[in-house]
């Protein structure tokens, strides 16, 4: 297999081989376009010189067939004295990675065929500039030099000229400036310049294949989620030079604006400049139309090309160009980077132009886009002052004063002020303050931590785990590692989009295409666009999408932004607030009689929640969780209650209640409640609680029949792990159900399910398909229980390491890992449905939002994904373009 191809014999769909930006010149090149002519080493060739010590077997010999080629093509030798041919050497991995890798231009110039360069284009001044500009890339990138003695000793030559403009350096001062970058190179690198030509362009090679593995690349590929081991290919080109003089140029350009997507072309344009002049801001550069004024030959030859590349490609288009004594040369293109905006108006408005089919125009947005353009965001032009950075855990811009506990929350925003809730973690007690916060902010927990998930389901803004905050609940205040104290009542200004956390007040702009969800009648071209690629993705999906959704508010708004039902009610949070201590009776009862008092006042508060959840997804399915957290979210906590009778004992005595109450917290104390008493062992353990849960719902289904409404509720348990677990509880709903219909007269639809989120439950689903009419998938817990992760402790604890060694390369808690965990959902099903060919299966963890996870779900033919309710938008997308990838 070759290792260099020239231009002409690849095209756009080889950048696996060789790379973005030697694909793109091979089809430009064929495209018959001016490129100045060269040779790509391939992808391929940078893995073997990775991978073992050394350039692979053959590569210089092929490099020198090519090299000759060149040669011969072009009339001149690489470094001959008298006329030199001059080379690039470009990087070009198969993703862009703007920046991250090396380039070196002006490859063969020497002492000697500098001269020749300045007789034969009779420009001495271009001639040493292009030297200088050698020593310059070559000292840094291959030999190390740190870019800073070049550029201080460049400004030391323009400071003796009385100048800040590189052009007013003539060509003995530029003669200059190249003796003074040989000394430094000579000092700093212990070595001269190599005057060999060849041997210049072979170094250059294995820099580019070095970059690779820096720092940044590293750093950048992580980011970007760009594999590790793909490597970059290498460009060999044919030097043409922007910095001949004024009547040259380099340049890049947009074939449409990628901030906004509207039509009309973008650029920059710098006259006598070359490479990375236009965008490293040496010298002010103009505009496009200023560059027709300039130079409308070029302008017009630009703008033909721009047009013909936008027609081939079909997508905006991205391009580099110089412009060498008048004539238009093109370097690079590929098709653009744009921002979520941009990629929604200009997949439409190529369709309206006939350039795409609407199913490509769905391909083409992604779900994460469109979160984007739902967020209220920070004004990325106002002045803010970063105090911390966080992760990133529920998306959009919150501004309001610092609040330390969820009572002061609620107080503070029923007078109308804007707080954010500050605690080192939340707990299902926090609810309130939550609720009534614009944002909440935590120095522990991760994404799945109780503040992630609970944040993401209001769809409020939330920044977790930003340790380097010291929250001090009791004293109202939070201090900045190394910095300021922000106390109760500052205003603070958090980024739920990028993690970010500012001390005061930075400006918020709102989301139209919320609006537009919302059913409000918004005039605006993006949101008609959003509004298009949505109603064919419904058009085109299989996969339902329901909401995560615990309160007729959220159902209701889940509702008006598509959903197809809820998927999970979760029941625990209507244990709290005043309920609790009807809770923490039930639970310290002694006797069945006050048991059943705690739960006959429960009854009508419950029946109440789900007569206006299921009144708001009328006609449409809804599935209820029964009661699921650790006890002893329910009770007071250990070591407060233990000082307090402590205390009260060393003062003479301690109320009697307390004392019962502490031995009952004791004895319920566990050490790993995620594994404790939850679920279904909590059901199976408190019979009555289940059975008045059942019974709540199916006489608000009652009462929803008689008022004419069409309820369709689904009881869910949860944490089951054998089947026997749910036939105990299955056998009460039943007996519920008969008392119901014998009381009320009408027997409600509905069916009983569990969800799937212990291993043993997935592995064993076809025993416990013979008693579920449904599954959900629980990936929270089946990720959590998978991989033996804590999911409050692990992210914040040591999943950075992770990252740095691929490990995996993003939390499994967000992007379902497909493997493993997804092994399971995929073995549940299949089991589930030889035992219950109808079975309905539907995943309700956070990854039911997660774009990759829903492609998932689509492919092993789950039924539906359940989501926040701010994410049922973004799974309709998705679910639609999973169908359409594959179409
Ligand atoms: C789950 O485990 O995936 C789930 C949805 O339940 P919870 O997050 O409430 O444990
Ligand atoms: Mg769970």
């Not at 692979?56 to 008298?82: C, K, N, T, W, Y």
């Not at 550029?151 to 003669?175: F, Q």
């Amino acid at each position: 297999m070759a290792l260099v191809f020239d231009f002409h014999q690849g095209n756009k769909d080889q950048k696996d081989l060789l790379g973005g930006k030697g694909a793109n010149l091979a089809e430009m090149t064929n495209l018959g376009l001016p490129v100045p002519p060269g040779f790509t080493i391939s992808t391929e060739a940078c893995r073997g010189y990775l991978a073992g010590d050394g350039m692979p077997e053959g590569l210089a010999e092929e490099v020198d067939v090519h090299l000759a080629r060149l040669e011969e093509a072009m009339g001149r030798r690489l470094g001959a004295a008298e006329d030199p041919l001059l080379v690039s050497v470009r990087s070009g991995a198969k993703f862009s990675m703007p920046g991250m890798m090396e380039t070196v231009l002006n490859i063969g110039l020497n002492d000697e065929s500098v001269a020749g360069l300045a007789r034969q284009s009779g420009n001495e001044r271009f001639a040493q500039d292009s030297y200088r500009r050698l020593l310059q890339m070559f000292g840094a990138t291959v030999l190390h030099v740190g870019g800073e003695h070049f550029s201080a000793a460049l400004d030391e030559a323009k400071r003796a000229k009385g100048s800040d403009d590189d052009l007013d350096l003539d060509a003995d001062d530029l003669r200059q400036v190249v003796t003074v970058f040989q000394e430094i190179i000579e000092k700093q690198a212990g070595r001269p310049f190599p005057q060999d030509p060849r041997e210049q362009m072979e170094l250059a090679i294995r820099a580019v294949f070095d970059s690779w593995n820096t720092d940044r690349a590293r750093l950048y590929r992580r980011q970007e989620r760009i594999p590790e081991d793909l490597g970059t290919a290498v460009n060999v080109q044919a030097m043409v030079f922007g910095n001949f003089g004024m009547d040259s140029g380099s340049g890049v350009a947009f074939t449409r604006d990628p901030a906004s997507g509207n039509q009309g072309v973008y650029g920059d344009y710098l006259q006598n400049a070359q490479g990375e002049d236009v965008v490293a801001g040496i010298r002010n550069t103009v505009s496009l139309a200023d560059f027709e004024d300039i130079d409308p030959t070029s302008y017009a030859d630009l703008l033909a090309i721009m047009a013909r590349l936008e027609r081939h490609y079909r997508d905006m288009c991205d391009i580099e160009f110089t412009v060498e004594r008048g004539k238009l040369w093109m370097l690079q293109t590929r098709v653009g980077k744009r921002t979520p905006e941009a990629a929604f108006r200009i997949a439409i408005h190529m369709v309206d132009e006939g350039l795409i089919e609407m199913d490509e125009a769905v391909r083409r947005v992604t779900g994460d886009q469109l979160a984007q353009l739902m967020f209220p965001r920070f004004d990325e032009r106002a002045e803010r002052t970063l105090l911390a950075t966080g992760m990133n855990a529920s998306p959009g811009a919150a501004v309001g004063k610092a609040v330390f506990d969820s009572d002061t929350a609620v107080e503070w925003a029923e007078r109308g002020e804007d707080v954010i809730l500050v605690r080192k973690e939340t707990n299902p007690d926090d609810l309130r303050g939550m609720v009534a916060a614009r944002g909440i902010l935590t120095s522990r927990g991760g994404k799945t931590s109780h503040a992630a998930v609970v944040a993401r389901g209001m769809g409020r803004t939330c920044v977790c785990g930003a340790e380097a905050l010291d929250v001090d609940a009791g004293a109202r205040e939070f201090r900045v590692r190394d910095g300021e104290t922000v106390r109760e009542g500052d205003v603070i200004s958090i980024d739920g989009t990028t993690g970010e956390v500012f001390a005061g007040e930075v400006p918020v702009s709102d989301a139209l295409v919320v609006r537009h969800f919302e059913g409000e009648k918004v005039d605006d071209d993006l949101v008609d666009a959003v509004g298009r690629v949505m109603a064919h993705a419904d058009g085109a999906r299989r996969l339902r999408v329901r909401a995560n959704a615990d309160t007729p508010d959220d159902a209701a708004r889940a509702r008006r932004f598509g959903a197809q039902g809820i998927g999970l009610c979760r029941t625990e949070h209507m244990f709290l607030g005043e309920r609790r201590a009807l809770v923490e009776q039930l639970i310290v009862a002694e006797d069945e009689e006050s048991q059943h008092a705690a739960l006959d006042e429960l009854l009508p508060l419950q029946r109440q929640d789900f007569t206006e959840i299921l009144e708001a997804m009328d006609g449409l399915p809804v599935t209820i969780r029964l009661i699921d957290p650790p006890l002893h979210e329910f009770l007071p906590d250990y070591t407060e209650l233990s000082v307090k009778v402590a205390l009260a004992e060393q003062d003479g005595g301690a109320d009697q209640r307390d004392i019962r109450l502490l031995e009952h917290v004791r004895r319920l104390h566990e050490q790993n409640p995620m594994l404790g008493m939850r679920g279904v062992r909590l059901g199976i353990q408190i019979p009555g609680l289940f059975a008045m849960q059942a019974r709540a719902i199916l006489e608000a289904s009652a009462d929803r029949l008689e008022a004419g409404g069409r309820p369709l509720p689904e009881i869910m348990i949860p944490l089951v792990a054998s089947v026997r677990e749910l036939d105990v509880v299955k056998h009460d709903i039943l007996g519920v159900a008969e008392e119901v219909e014998e009381q009320r007269g009408v027997r409600p639809e509905f069916t009983v399910g569990t969800m799937i989120e212990l291993p043993r439950a997935a592995f064993l689903a076809d025993r416990i398909a013979g008693s579920a009419e449904f599954f959900s998938f629980g990936t929270n817990d089946l990720t959590q229980m998978a991989w033996g992760f804590s999911r409050d402790d692990v992210e914040a604890a040591f999943f950075s390491r992770y990252f740095d060694h691929g490990i995996f390369d993003v939390s499994p808690f967000e992007s379902l890992d497909q493997l493993g965990v997804g092994g399971m959902v995929e073995m549940g099903t299949e089991k589930g449905r030889h035992t219950r060919p109808d079975l309905k299966v539907g995943i309700c963890g956070e990854h039911g939002g997660d774009p990759r996870s829903i492609h998932f779900f689509d492919r092993v033919g789950l039924d539906y994904v359940s989501c926040s309710p701010f994410r049922v938008p973004v799974a309709r997308l998705e679910a639609g373009r999973s169908v359409l990838a594959r179409r």
